[in-house]
């Protein structure tokens, strides 16, 4: 079983790169799920018979302008839940449903600004609740994955240059707490159970060559329950729809589970 996260940054602009995408997986080792964030529409624009016709079901949570998340998945997805239960909200960030008995949260966590704003306040607030809501949904459900563009680095691994951005967003000392506080939950870091090359990073700035010169960061991850744990058999980063004319500035992660697709 295969299941990714790509933040797209429009799906309007990218739905031709994902679908391709999709298309482009091995016939025998397909994208089971796909997790999206940065739709940038509607849910009435959302794109599903495109879906549907590749051979995807979708569930979908949309915002005009920003936000917005989705689940594509091979087999068909239930008890949907959209946002964190019980956390006011009136942004589109997680989406959440049983896939083929894993249970799936994709989310789109806040950027936070900088340090000090009341973004950053939003973000600290958000962050509370998801692991509140994330420690619920272990309990009932042990097969579980965390995943999606969380705007926070691990530790300096993750940044290109982790000296001149330390304290920066994406980089600050509460930002690791709370997720360090989401691992301390009994998930895994994915991408670090498997050997991996150094300056692997899945988000480039579109400003300043930041691709060609891979100067960039790991902020999409996927985290992993400790029953799936034992189970995960690789996690990439696929840097080559990064390349794609008028890309997304994030690339797909993808992991890979000893579990019927």
């Known amino acids: 079983m295969k299941i990714a996260t790509w933040n797209v940054n429009s799906l309007n602009v990218r739905l031709p790169q994902v679908l391709d995408w999709l ?3 091995p016939s025998d080792a397909p994208v089971d799920v796909l997790a999206l964030q940065e739709l940038k529409l509607t849910d009435d624009k959302f794109p599903a018979m495109a879906f549907q016709e590749a051979g995807y079901a979708a569930q979908w949570f949309g915002q005009k302008t920003y936000n917005g998340v989705a689940l594509i998945s091979r087999q068909p997805a239930s ?11 009136d942004m589109a960030r997680v989406i959440t449903a049983t896939i083929a008995g894993v249970r799936v949260i994709g989310a789109y966590f806040p950027n936070g600004q900088e340090p000090g704003s009341d973004k950053f306040a939003y973000k600290m607030r958000w962050l509370d609740a998801l692991r509140e809501w994330v420690r619920a949904e272990l309990a009932a459900h ?8 969380y705007n926070i680095t691990f530790d300096d691994l993750d940044v290109w240059d982790p000296v001149g951005l330390a304290g920066t967003i994406h980089c600050t000392d509460e930002e690791r707490t709370h997720l360090r506080a989401l691992i301390g939950l009994g998930l895994t870091d994915s991408y670090r159970l498997f050997a991996q ?9 579109y400003r300043m060559l930041g691709f060609q010169k891979n100067r960039g960061m790991r902020i999409d991850h996927i985290l992993v329950s400790e ?12 840097r080559a729809p990064r390349k794609n004319p008028q890309p997304s500035d994030h690339a797909p992660v993808i992991v890979t ?5």
Request: one cysteine or more; proline letters at 10%; charged letters at 25%.
């Open 23 to 25: 298309a482009a997986q």
């Open 197 to 205: 090359p150094e300056k692997s990073y899945s988000w480039w700035d």
């Open 227 to 238: 029953a799936l744990k034992p189970l995960a058999r690789a996690c990439t980063i696929d």
């Open 79 to 89: 008890d949907v839940v959209k946002n964190i239960p019980g956390f006011a909200d």
């Open 142 to 149: 042990p097969k579980l994955v965390l995943l999606g563009d």
């Open 257 to 261: 589970l000893d579990l019927p697709g």
